[in-house]
């Protein structure tokens, strides 16, 4: 099922939206508020509430389509195999991704990666210490539900 779609969760204060282009997720947001054009009833998006309210839910299985750069792809790849609950820093992601933690550039790369994230929650930016694509607000709340 193709489109936007997008409802309002309390654990959160504003809405999840995610796009789906066939089977694949191509966004995930989190506005403030539900745009008018998005529909609230889609299977995955009962998937996220349900992790929201509590329910243990690694999303490994939902599939993504990531049009990035090759380096930002193994980055964002190494960060979907962060297991939930556990949090990691920028230096041990980069070597999860096959980039040297030493150099400056690498650790650009992986800092980049994260902010451009285009799937937050189904690539666990949250999950990273310092800055990805999920606001700070809603990547603390994530954590903390993942505690």
């Given at each position: 099922m193709e489109g936007?779609?997008?409802?309002?969760?309390?654990?959160?204060?504003r809405a999840v939206q995610v796009g789906l282009a066939g089977d694949r997720v191509i966004s995930v947001s989190f506005p403030e508020t539900v745009?008018?054009?998005?529909?609230?009833d889609h299977p995955l998006l009962d998937r996220v509430f349900a992790y929201l309210d509590g329910a243990e839910d690694h999303?490994?299985?939902?599939?993504?389509?990531?049009?990035?750069p090759t380096e930002r792809r193994a980055v964002l790849e190494a960060a979907r195999n962060v297991p939930y609950g556990e949090t990691?820093?920028?230096?041990?992601?980069?070597?999860?991704?096959?980039?040297?933690?030493d150099d400056a550039e690498d650790l650009d790369t992986v800092r980049a990666a994260?902010?451009?994230?285009?799937?937050?929650?189904?690539?666990?930016?949250?999950?990273?210490e310092g800055r990805g694509a999920t606001p700070p607000p809603v990547a603390e709340r994530l954590r903390d539900l993942e505690a």
């Open positions: 936007l779609y997008a409802r309002e969760t309390p654990a959160l204060g745009p008018a054009d998005a529909d609230p999303f490994d299985d939902v599939e993504v389509a990531l049009t990035v990691v820093d920028v230096s041990r992601l980069a070597r999860l991704a096959g980039l040297d933690d994260l902010r451009g994230n285009p799937v937050p929650l189904f690539i666990p930016d949250h999950r990273i």
